[in-house]
């Protein structure tokens, strides 16, 4: 086990029951204040504890690497050094933050200096994504797509079970949380209409996620294995897909989403990493026919992560409509970069790589208002008195996630995202 993972490690700053931060977490993320310029953090309760400043105080000094990376405006270049590396960093901050060591716990003009409060900071894209690709990887999502839209006996295409289905997306319109999205405008076609018209969609969805970030870059031509996988794997963000369905709907056939997902994703802020994870692995479904095998894989790969999604409308109304987990996917993040990987596809530090939409067994844990209102047959109530088929002008949609075993939380902040009018 990392030291930092040990569920009896307590911190000598505030960590509030039910944080998404304790001090086995120490996420990594890039922030900025009225008076700091972007640099890298991680975050320790309510508090984000400022990396550029302990190192110029000298106590990373123990672990030699190149220490401007923390003061760059991404963290690409940090998580480039590799596992060695940034996990001795995660532990040695553990240590830093432990109850037992004084270093920084009794300076207290150091100690003022790099704790600042997350409430007076603001939060960035914490990477430069090079490449960004959508998987289709939750068996109980595609079958109930595919039950609207097809035979509900042949809910699934004939590939779906042997392969992890994906598509390469739009990186540069990837924005952290708390970035307005406005409603995508395009083609649609009604179907009892001649021809398609254009404007704002009237199907504008959430689609609930996880991304995955890469740390390690491939030479064009070599392929990643599922036992190689994880040491490309540096951690794990919070990621909602925008999807416009009804612009979707008309120009997916025949080559998939275009302008009804280009138009923006939101990630959570604070990459966890998988060292942090670790404790929360679980079994992965059992897949058949099995599968082929560059697919196969031995051990745990799932993770239990619960994962909630609350929409919040105009006035101030909030309610939860989806609890969903990270441990129902069919395909595992292993699997997907191999599949990924398997032709050749070279990959590059910073590269995301989604799930896609995580739904589980039942109606209550369904992860896009698609499945959730069954095509707006089964409008949600708000308790404003209002309903939802789909997202409205002004909604706020929040995704939160967390793990927790033994005492011991891990979360990844809020993936928030609040739809203005269209332009």
């Known amino acids: 086990m990392n030291k930092a993972n040990n569920p009896k490690l307590k911190s000598w700053v505030e960590v509030k029951p039910g944080s998404d931060f304790p001090i086995q977490n120490i996420p990594f993320g890039i922030f900025k204040t009225k008076d700091l310029s972007p640099r890298a953090g991680t975050a320790i309760g309510n508090y984000i504890l400022d990396l550029s400043i302990i190192t110029n105080a000298g106590l990373l000094n123990t672990i030699a690497f190149d220490k401007k990376v923390l003061e760059e405006k991404t963290l690409n270049n940090f998580i480039a050094l590799g596992k060695p590396i940034t996990n001795a960093v995660r532990e040695r901050i ?11 716990q009794n300076n207290t003009e150091l100690k003022n200096q790099a704790l600042i409060k997350q409430s007076d900071a603001e939060m960035l894209l914490p990477i430069r994504i090079p490449n960004y690709t959508d998987f289709y990887s939750s068996r109980e999502h595609a079958t ?7 035979d509900p006996k042949n809910a ?9 289905v ?3 997306g739009r990186a540069s319109s990837i924005v952290v949380s ?7 405008k395009g083609q649609t076609k009604a179907d009892d209409a001649d021809k398609p018209t254009f404007g704002p969609t009237r199907l504008l969805d959430f689609e609930l996620e996880m991304a995955f970030v890469i740390n390690k870059e491939t030479a064009l031509g070599s392929s990643v294995t599922t036992a190689q996988a994880e040491d490309h794997i540096f951690g794990l963000l919070l990621f909602n897909d925008w999807s416009a369905r009804d612009i979707q709907k008309w120009e997916y056939v025949p080559l998939g989403p275009f302008l009804a997902k280009n138009f923006g ?12 994870l670790e404790p929360f692995k679980t079994d992965s479904p059992e897949q058949d026919p099995e599968v082929l095998p560059y697919l196969q894989f031995t051990g745990k790969k799932n993770y239990d992560i619960r994962l909630e999604v609350d929409i919040i409308a105009p006035a101030g109304a909030a309610k939860t409509i989806s609890n969903s987990n990270f441990k129902y996917m069919y395909w595992n993040m292993c699997q997907q970069l191999a599949h990924h990987t398997a032709n050749g596809c070279n990959i590059q530090v910073g590269d995301l ?7 589980g067994p039942t109606p209550d844990s369904y992860g896009s208002m698609l499945e959730i209102t069954w095509q707006g047959k089964n409008p949600i109530q708000m308790p ?25 939380r891990i979360g990844f902040g809020e993936c928030t995202g609040k739809i203005l009018p269209a332009l």
């Open 178 to 184: 708390g970035t307005p999205i406005h409603r995508p």
């Open 353 to 359: 790589y989604a799930s896609g939409t995580i739904s």
């Open 384 to 408: 404003d008195g209002t309903e939802r088929k789909f997202i409205q002008d002004n909604d706020t949609v929040v995704m939160r996630a967390h793990a927790e075993k033994d005492g011991v």
């Open 166 to 168: 994906g598509y390469h």
């Open 156 to 164: 699934l295409l004939p590939n779906w079970l042997h392969l992890p």
């Open 94 to 104: 553990a240590e830093l933050l432990s109850t037992e060591n004084t270093e920084l």
């Open 144 to 150: 109930n797509v595919g039950s609207m839209f097809r």
């Open 265 to 276: 994703s939101t990630v959570s802020p604070w990459i966890v990493t998988l060292e942090a």
